[in-house]
């Protein structure tokens, strides 16, 4: 190492002994220390990235970096598998804060400990994101070339596939393919989302397009450890895994079930006669996230993932356990006795999955390794992989047929009146129903649909329908409507003036507002909702769902930057993303730098703007021209980065999304004339399917806005799921009971599809392992709590029902991971050989993840999905064109594209005062619902965040406290 210290040190340590002069309140030992342990860090400079997988961070830093960041609680962490940055100064509550360190001068914040606390786990995360770039990225498809590169150019670097060619059969084959045989998408393929989302990039047409092969984010040879067809699969797990074992009823039973101190006024999810409020179901509730972010999330998944063909697996049924328990850690038949006294049914049966490839997995030769060329078995997502909105749009020739378009207005959506309410949002309507043809003339043209889906309203997704993605279906076609009406106001106002829009056939040819068609406008309302969708999910839900100051910055930098996006300094970063690194042939350079280079830059538009090269300059001149051209595919296409692997979504996504225990048993409905009154609790079970549009039709938009934005969702913990989806009524499956366990089939369902079981899931994650169910317990609580007392118990079922086995450290069981002695991981996890130990190794990756009690505050998720979410949410706004180089507009007009960056068609608004010390630009979505129901207004006044509870008290800083704000403070729901 160099002897003389660099500028930072130097400049670290001017600030540290300045800062001694203006005391501060933390100890002097531990003030003293932390500022030896930030000089020591900073001479040491920045960690190296791993160069390979058994190098990974894991989220734990040094004993300097963390006292430096976090003191003594900091230092305390270290010793615990979970990460280390949520123990760093700031990025709790208040509490977490140290005081009196605050900043003399506003360039100094960064090092006082506060900010040393944030920036510092910004830096953990960043490191996190580089390395998941570089270590989990398993495309079904094209592997091999990942691994071996084309000619001289690395794989991680590769921009372009076969794989993802159109086949002949394809009805666009001939239009993207020249007579060299080359594809690229031109024309009006590339002008608009298309309806199966082939040609969001142009060199790759059939990437991201419905039916594609889901991916892998984790070895291959690491999926389906049920087949035990690997040695390190077989030491990790011996004999003790299969489809249905451990028994999926079992476990639901026993870790999942939500305890009902009145289980006759709750009556399984059922509620009481005529929604009498006097129903009580119990459940865990999270303070700070309400009912509208649990539909939010179905919402989404809607859009990213479908593993099923129009509501069906395959044929073939299957049983789905409730046969046999451990008992004395031996597996034991149930007797039927046992099975009624657990509540499970022996003769549930449900389809099997579907899936489009079968072992063996061909294998190929690289270096002297050999390797899986793809996961052992497949499946298709038979929706788009693109956030485009394809839940209400489409994403098949079938599903675009059940869109119904105004035929007074065709770049409109179909809505109708419905319903008696009085809401000034009533007059924008409600979606249509189905037409089933079945009370009508034989000339008539049924709708293609389930017949399971009859009486549902008209939605191009109509799986899965509950009055919850009614009242969103029916949000954001009110506002795609609202679009198409301001566009037609300008077109009204100024029919010559420019519309911002351009045909990419005749790209220097001006659109004027007249000469916009029905068509065009009816496809740039869809990119502006599905931006609006995208912006609220990445800011909003995100925020609310990760409630802290990490977070916060975190993915508001990953939409906007780190800095505001009119900053010249975001501008360089954007200008050495896109014009540098994007193009470097150096893996770190073109992958990893560039991901880091982005967030300070913002991902969203991303290279919508380019400027003439000048050679070592960086920076941007002022009065620049942009030369950014239409008729350049290279500008048209040049702000995405796919790292090597073509996007799709990888089958552990969906697996993180398995959020059913955010769902209450009963709705808790309101009206806005007594919005501090429960009037009625109505079964979510009763509002599924057709059954939703009645329960919408009764309550009115406006009021289900209200109900569900006022009511607490359900933690993610065990001992949580809602009783009515372990006993769901499904008719269709013609079994002996026509129900099912939905909290059983998620096990199933993951089983099916290969993914790993949670400690080599977290292993493959760059996550620590944990050695045994006891490193579940919160290492923080006081051992003599109600709290910690409760963890132990639910850990005490746990290792009943996953049960022990004696040890054998002469069994190596994952290449993924090392000892910190550097030593291989064997089954005795650090036990000595030949003990009982637990079998960590079985749980299965949700039961795992429910049992994370230590979690960063202010999490709804645990460490284990949100590691999940590090790589895939940022993956799918770098992958996608229209969120980075085509957001332009060309694309969305000049008026869309202003929409997307205000929220709204007026400017930018601001709430009247500051949230969690940030002044706060009104919320995407707070505004859409003030635009489609204005009736809301005095509801959403005091909201800042639409995803918490509405009538909650955020209080100063991160608070997770259950608090109303003085106009509720009679509410029920607080007493």
């Known amino acids: 190492m160099n002897s003389k210290l660099s500028s930072l040190t130097l400049f670290v340590m001017l600030w540290l002994i300045v800062a001694e002069s203006y005391g501060i309140s933390l100890s002097s030992k531990e003030r003293l220390r932390s500022n030896k342990a930030c000089l020591a860090l900073a001479a040491k400079g920045l960690r190296p990235l791993a160069s390979q997988q058994t190098e990974r961070f894991l989220g734990k830093v040094s004993v300097d970096a963390a006292y430096c960041r976090g003191g003594e609680k900091a230092l305390a962490g270290r010793d ?421 829009l351009r045909n990419p056939d005749k790209p220097k040819q001006l659109i004027a507002y007249k000469d916009v068609t029905d068509e065009e406008l009816f496809q740039v309302a869809r990119l502006v909702v599905a931006a609006e969708i995208a912006k609220i999910h990445t800011i909003e839900w995100t925020t609310q769902l990760l409630y802290g100051e990490p977070l916060f910055m975190g993915m508001n930098s990953n939409w906007g930057g780190l800095l505001e996006k009119d900053n010249p300094v975001s501008k360089i970063l954007e200008k050495i993303t896109v014009n540098r690194l994007a193009n470097s042939p150096n893996e770190k350079k073109a992958n990893q730098f560039y991901s880091v280079f982005a967030s300070g830059a913002g991902i969203f538009g991303l290279g919508s703007h380019r400027y003439e090269d000048r050679p070592g300059f960086l920076g941007i001149l002022k009065g620049k021209k942009d030369i950014w051209d239409l008729a350049n595919l290279d500008h048209v296409n040049g702000g995405i980065n796919h790292f090597g692997s073509p996007f799709s979504f990888p089958e552990e996504f969906p697996t993180v999304y398995r959020l059913h225990p955010l769902l209450p048993d009963l709705l808790e409905f309101r009206e806005l004339n007594a919005p501090n009154a429960i009037a009625k609790k109505v079964p979510i079970v009763s509002t599924f399917r057709g059954k939703a549009t009645q329960a919408m039709t009764d309550g009115g938009l406006s009021n289900w806005a209200l109900s569900m934005g006022r009511q607490r969702l359900g933690l993610l ?42 400690n080599e899931f977290r292993r493959q994650y760059g996550l620590k392992q944990l050695t045994s169910f006891d490193d579940f317990v919160d290492w923080r609580l006081d051992k003599n709590s109600d709290e910690y007392k409760e963890q132990k118990r639910l850990v005490g079922i746990l290792r009943e029902v996953y049960g022990q086995h004696q040890c054998d450290a002469g069994k190596v069981i994952t290449d993924a991971q090392l000892n910190d002695d550097g030593s291989p991981i064997n089954d005795c996890l650090g036990h000595p050989d030949g003990t009982m130990v637990d079998n960590i190794e079985d749980v299965d990756t949700v039961v795992g993840w429910l049992s994370e009690f230590t979690r960063p505050h202010g999490f709804a998720i645990s460490e284990t999905q949100f590691h999940v979410f590090i790589l895939n949410a940022s993956r ?100």
Not at 476 to 481: G, K, P, T
């Open 717 to 758: 913990t065990l001992q949580n799921h809602a009783q009515f989806l372990q006993n769901l009524d499904l008719p269709r499956l013609q079994s002996e009971t026509n129900k099912i366990d939905i909290a059983a089939l998620d096990l199933i369902r993951d089983r099916e599809r290969g993914v790993p079981r949670f």
């Open 80 to 500: 615990v598998p979970w990460v280390d940055w949520p123990n760093y100064w700031a990025t709790g509550d208040i509490a977490s804060k140290a005081e009196g360190w605050e900043s003399f001068t506003k360039a100094a914040k960064h090092l006082n400990p506060n900010g040393r606390g944030i920036d510092g786990a910004l830096m953990d995360l960043e490191y996190q994101r580089m390395e998941l770039l570089m270590f989990n990225l398993y495309d079904n498809k094209t592997f091999e070339s990942y691994i071996k590169g084309e000619g001289n150019t690395p794989g991680p670097v590769l921009k372009k596939w076969e794989a993802m060619r159109l086949p002949q059969t394809h009805p666009d084959y001939r239009q993207v393919t020249n007579e060299k045989g080359e594809q690229v998408c031109t024309g009006e393929l590339i002008r608009h989302r298309t309806l199966t989302g082939i040609c969001n990039d142009v060199y790759n047409p059939a990437m991201g397009a419905t039916n594609q092969i889901f991916a892998r984010n984790m070895s291959f040879e690491s999926t389906f450890p049920e087949l035990r067809d690997n040695e390190l699969v077989r030491n990790r797990h011996d004999d003790r895994l299969g489809l249905l074992k451990p028994d999926p009823q079992v476990i639901s039973r026993k870790l999942f079930t939500r305890h009902q101190e009145k289980p006759e006024a709750c009556n399984l999810g059922q509620g009481l006669p005529d929604y009498s409020k006097d129903a009580q179901c119990d459940y865990k509730e999270a303070p700070f996230f309400n009912v509208l972010a649990a539909y939010w999330i179905q919402f989404m998944t809607h859009d990213w993932f479908y593993h099923l063909r129009e509501g069906q697996n395959s044929a073939a049924k299957m049983p789905v356990g409730c046969t046999s328990q451990k008992v004395d850690n031996e597996e034991q038949p149930l007797t039927e006795e046992q099975a009624a006294q657990l509540g499970c049914r022996p003769k549930d049966r449900v389809d099997v999955a579907l899936v489009a490839q079968t072992e063996p997995a061909p294998t190929f030769v690289h270096d002297g390794k050999t390797y899986l060329q793809r996961s052992h078995r497949t499946t298709e997502n038979t929706v788009t992989h693109w956030w485009d909105a394809s839940q209400i749009y489409g994403f098949d020739d079938i599903s675009v047929k059940r869109v119904k378009r105004d035929p007074k207005d065709a770049a409109k959506l179909l809505m109708v009146p419905r319903g008696t309410h009085k809401g000034s949002g009533e007059k924008f309507g409600y979606l249509p129903l189905f037409n089933s043809c079945a009370d009508t003339d034989s000339d008539c043209a049924a709708d293609p649909i389930n017949p399971a889906w009859a009486g549902q309203e008209a939605a191009a997704f109509a799986d899965n329908w509950t009055v919850g993605m009614s009242f969103y279906h029916n949000l954001f076609v009110r506002e795609h409507n609202l679009f198409v009406d301001a566009f037609r106001a300008k077109a009204a106002a100024s029919p010559q003036a420019d519309s911002g």
């Open 876 to 975: 799918r706004l770098f992958s996608d064109r229209f969120f980075t180089s085509s957001f332009r507009p060309e694309f969305y007009s000049t008026l869309g594209w202003q929409w997307v960056m205000d929220n709204g068609p007026t400017g930018k608004r601001w709430e009247p005062k500051p949230s969690n010390g940030h002044k706060v630009e009104v919320s995407p979505l707070k505004r859409i619902l003030l635009r489609t129901m204005p009736e809301l207004s005095g509801q959403l006044a005091n909201v800042v965040n639409a995803f918490d509870p509405w009538a909650r008290d955020r209080g100063e800083y991160y608070s997770l406290q259950w608090k109303p704000i003085k106009e509720a403070a009679s509410d029920e729901s607080f007493r």
